[in-house]
């Protein structure tokens, strides 16, 4: 059965963290989910996210298959247990690649190869604090965007995230991420809030990282979405595996149009979006850019069975 009505979105980095899914520990489509990952990985996932510590979870090379098999894991529950299909779905950076897994365009063992080499790349496409992101909270997009323009002095900064009205995320070279924060702060920002990551994501710095990333994903068989996913490049929705995998290099080195994604969903008559997979953060950016849209999550045992109850509505 699907639902017209519904949307589904799958979360990105940041919202991992130890012990995650710790309630479907005795979950057998869970662990078996996990397995899979492992043997590509080489190393136990679930132990891993389970025992911790932050610190390796952090590492975007451990943090990126950590989410992507978190977050199929409980797709797989969800459809399982007869969970309604929607009528589109979208992942925010790295949950793009949870959303096509899903919607059957790579194959579950393919993407958390992918999703493990992409955070490799990424992490070494700039030295280890020669980039930053940065938090811009309470400033107009337009004044963001002219501040990075301003603070760029022969660097890099730009606005790479668009999460929600009056969220919007900077990344560069850290010196110019810092100046543009405080250029920021002078034109009115609430807040210029440094993010703890490890490279400066969506930025053309990511541009060799994207390079890279494109010989890998050629090599990997992909299929027309069983459902349709709205890309994060455009944002648009793409049902040609050529231009998909086009999309997904453009990705690395393009801004997240996370506003544009929930407002097209509006447009397309999407009045409720689940969120499936870790913590419930684009629950909230959601709301913000759609305030008439209903929202819920599965990421636990409890909110899986409110989530089933809320689609089916």
Request: aromatic fraction near 6%.
């Amino acid at each position: 059965m699907q639902n017209s009505k519904l949307g589904v979105v799958f979360p990105g980095q940041g919202s991992q963290k130890v012990g995650m899914l710790g309630d479907f520990s005795d979950n057998i489509l869970i662990r078996n989910t996990f397995t899979e990952a492992s043997a590509v990985l080489d190393y136990d996932l679930w132990d891993l996210i389970q025992a911790g510590p932050d610190t390796e979870l952090a590492k975007t090379h451990i943090t990126q298959p950590a989410i992507l098999t978190a977050s199929v894991a409980l797709w797989r529950l969800y459809r399982d247990q007869d969970g309604v299909v929607p009528a589109i779905m979208a992942g925010h950076s790295l949950g793009e690649y949870s959303a096509l897994t899903c919607a059957g365009v790579i194959q579950f063992a393919d993407a958390v190869a992918l999703v493990q080499k992409r955070g490799q790349y990424m992490q070494s496409a700039v030295p280890l604090g020669a980039g930053a992101m940065a938090a811009i909270m309470g400033l107009d997009d337009d004044k963001v965007i002219a501040a990075c323009k301003e603070a760029g002095q022969g660097e890099e900064v730009a606005a790479v995230n668009f999460n929600s009205p009056g969220q919007v995320v900077i990344a560069g070279h850290t010196d110019a991420v810092n100046r543009a924060g405080e250029l920021c702060k002078e034109a009115g920002a609430k807040r210029a809030l440094p993010l703890p990551v490890s490279a400066p994501f969506h930025s053309v710095l990511m541009k060799p990282a994207a390079e890279k990333f494109a010989g890998d994903l050629a090599s990997v068989e992909m299929q027309a979405p069983a459902i349709p996913v709205l890309q994060n490049f455009g944002p648009v929705k793409e049902s040609d595996p050529e231009q998909i995998r086009q999309n997904l290099v453009s990705q690395i080195f393009n801004p997240v149009p996370w506003v544009d994604t929930i407002n097209q969903f509006a447009t397309d008559g999407i009045s409720k979006v689940l969120e499936i997979g870790p913590g419930k953060v684009l629950n909230g950016l959601n709301k913000r850019i759609q305030p008439d849209m209903e929202v819920a999550s599965a990421n636990d045992n409890a909110s899986l069975v409110s989530a089933l109850e809320f689609a089916g509505s």
